[in-house]
């Protein structure tokens, strides 16, 4: 990664200031208390679904940051973990009754399963294998939800039980889990794992002949993406009540990786803040519905070119300390 | 029987021309064009438009006109794709591969969505549909506007293998795929080269767009999703960046396909394509014809 180097050293005193002012850890303190706050200054029900949506894409982004930001695997078809988790959940507590919580763990299982399946045979290959792999399991998932009677083809699943009756509650009930999922993520991140995946991403040879088992650490980063996902799922299932395969197109996998990529490639507040301008986006671009997808494509290509590092890029401790 | 291969041979055929586009630049360099998918649906929507400017056709015309509008989206498309390759991929050459199947899958989102602005969510009918008198052959229903779609895809076919085996390009081409530093050295243009290899596989997609557009008479801004899919899949199959091979792994498709519809029923169709994918990808993943290569580092 040649032009990360090149940009550490550029910048004003004045980006400098800011850089290590996003740097510190105050800034996720702060992100936390606006996430707490914001409901006492807006709680029509309306709001309060948007930031728990946001919060529950700020997951999935988070999520999706271990298989492409930390490790440099190519998922495009994440939605597929989240719909696995958000049918496993359903399907297990309207059929059998169970409260949410208690599905969560069927849930790690079957995503883990899921990872398994889809990267055992993918991850021995180059790593564009997985991408096209990825995308074509996003859609047999979705197809498959489509087609099976368990699932309730097209119409989908509803009934679902949620963890609480307020909107209130449950927006901080799913603030306080994905907070603890984007920690969670960065620290992996940071684990001797993580170091792992980061090697595995620069250079996957030189991994190998340091002995790095690539294959096995790869594996583990497409796995811990999928659980990830997976409870992303089920606090989704519990937020709408009811899923359908319409929510779980290539269009969301797209859009997850758009704000991991937006926001910086294996920087955890760097994918937070892109998965929340992501989520929040088209509730502010209403009039422009028709180009939006458009201007994110063509966004996707101009952060590649012109600054492929993302707005707020990852520093590693080792580099700069 | 008779019926599901010649079914299958048909779909398969149109498989084989999206991804022999996907084949040749991936051989060349090692690039899963996303967008190529969706240069079939821009093939598709170019021939509507051109199809809606001319006017009304008499359904005697309709071939000599279709072959007509055929050569002039090859050429819309495979300008496209010449397009793409100079603004999204060629700049990100020398850039980690991540980097470059990003902006693939960006370049794919800005077309689907690009093409949904400009032209309406809604399915568009096509304005010219190839009415055919129907043949039995050992059997099987054949209509004669099968049979001309397929002699298209078949000369095309012929036509880019011969290129790619016997020209000066050609050999460029071969030469760039094994060692493009070297290939520089020896005095071919490198750029110049990818830039026809684009130009040779965005309009092969482009022509298979129009004749899907033409047979099945609907075409809609994501039809280029799942068939890109298929296609790589085609590509896979055969054993990715091998000519011959993506050919015949996209007939091996439509087979498999036509003949897994019939047992399971046609809403599964896609999902025993993919699993065939995945299956491939475990076994053999150099596909039916491909070479074992080593990757360099």
């Known amino acids: 990664m040649t032009t990360r180097t090149k940009t550490r050293g550029q910048g004003t005193a004045l980006g400098r200031a800011a850089s290590r002012l996003f740097d510190s850890k105050w800034a996720g303190l702060a992100g936390l208390a606006v996430a707490a706050l914001a409901p006492f200054l807006i709680a029509t029900p309306y709001a309060l679904s948007v930031m728990t ?27 597929a973990f989240f719909a696995v988790g958000a049918y496993t959940s359903g399907v297990l ?3 059998f009754g169970l409260p949410l919580l208690m599905t969560v763990p069927a849930v790690i299982v079957v995503t883990v399963i899921a990872g398994i399946v889809i990267g055992a045979p993918t991850l021995r290959l180059r790593s564009d294998y997985l991408a096209i792999v990825t995308l074509g399991f996003g859609e047999i998932i979705r197809i498959t939800a489509n087609n099976l ?16 009756g307020s909107p209130v509650v449950f927006y901080y009930i799913t603030v306080v889990i994905v907070s603890l999922a984007v920690i969670g993520a960065s620290r992996l991140g940071r684990s001797r794992l993580g170091r792992a995946w980061r090697f595995v991403r620069e250079d996957e040879d030189a991994a190998e002949a340091m002995g790095v088992h690539t294959y096995r650490v790869k594996l583990a980063a497409y796995i811990a993406g999928a659980v990830w996902g997976g409870l992303a799922g089920v606090l989704f299932a519990g937020q709408l009540s009811a899923i359908s395969p319409g929510s779980f197109t290539f269009l969301q996998s797209a859009l997850v990786l758009m704000a991991v990529v937006l926001g910086g ?37 101009v952060v590649m070119l012109v600054r492929p590092q993302g707005l707020w890029p990852h520093r590693s401790r080792e580099a700069s300390s | 029987m008779s019926q599901l291969i010649w079914n299958g041979l048909f779909v398969g055929s149109f498989y084989a021309l999206v991804a022999l586009g996907y084949s040749m630049v991936y051989g060349i360099m090692k690039l899963l064009n996303f967008a190529h998918g969706d240069i079939y649906m821009l093939g598709a929507f170019t021939g509507f438009a051109i199809l809606g400017a001319v006017g009304g056709i008499s359904p005697g015309m309709a071939l000599p006109v279709l ?34 199947l990003i902006t693939a899958v960006g ?33 099987a229903r054949i209509t004669l506007q099968q049979i001309a779609l397929i002699i298209v895809a078949i000369v095309l076919m012929v036509g880019l293998n011969l290129l790619v085996t016997r020209t000066r390009e050609g050999r460029a081409m071969r030469a760039i795929a094994l060692d493009p530093r070297t ?23 482009g ?32 054993g990715i960046g091998n000519i011959p091979g993506t050919m015949l792994g996209g007939l091996l498709l439509g087979l498999l396909e036509s003949f897994g519809t019939y047992w399971l029923g046609g809403e599964w169709r896609d999902v025993f394509a993919f699993g065939v994918l995945i299956l491939f990808l475990s076994v053999r993943p150099t596909g039916l014809l491909g070479e074992r290569v080593t990757e360099r580092v």
């Open chain 2, 67 to 100: 072959l007509g509008v055929l050569v002039v989206t090859m050429a819309v498309t495979g300008l496209s794709g010449v397009l793409i390759e100079r603004v999204a991929y060629r700049p990100l050459r020398n850039a980690p591969r991540l980097s470059l």
């Open chain 1, 53 to 79: 949506s946001a919060a529950i894409f700020v997951m999935l982004a988070s999520g999706l940051n271990i298989v492409v930001g930390f490790c440099g695997l190519l998922d495009l078809g994440y939605v």
């Open chain 2, 107 to 139: 370049a794919s989102f800005a077309l689907e969505y690009g093409m949904r602005a400009g032209a309406g969510a809604d399915p568009q009918v096509y304005p010219l549909r190839l009415g055919g008198t129907a043949v039995e052959v050992l059997g």
């Open chain 1, 265 to 301: 490639m294996g920087s955890t507040p760097g994918v937070v803040v892109g998965a929340i301008v992501i989520s929040l986006l088209p509730e502010v671009l209403r009039d422009f519905a028709d180009y939006r997808f458009f201007a994110f494509g063509v966004l996707l290509i």
């Open chain 2, 183 to 205: 290939s520089a050295l020896m005095g071919i243009s490198v750029n110049a080269v990818i830039s026809r290899t684009f130009f040779l596989g965005s309009a092969l997609a």
């Open chain 2, 207 to 238: 022509a298979a767009g129009v004749m899907a557009g033409a047979y099945y008479g609907k075409i809609d801004f994501m039809m280029g999703f799942l068939i890109g899919l298929k296609a790589f899949t085609s590509a896979v199959i055969g």
């Open chain 1, 93 to 95: 507590s309207t059929r």
């Open chain 1, 149 to 164: 009677d368990v699932t309730g083809g097209p119409s989908g699943i509803y009934g679902i039980p949620g963890l609480s």
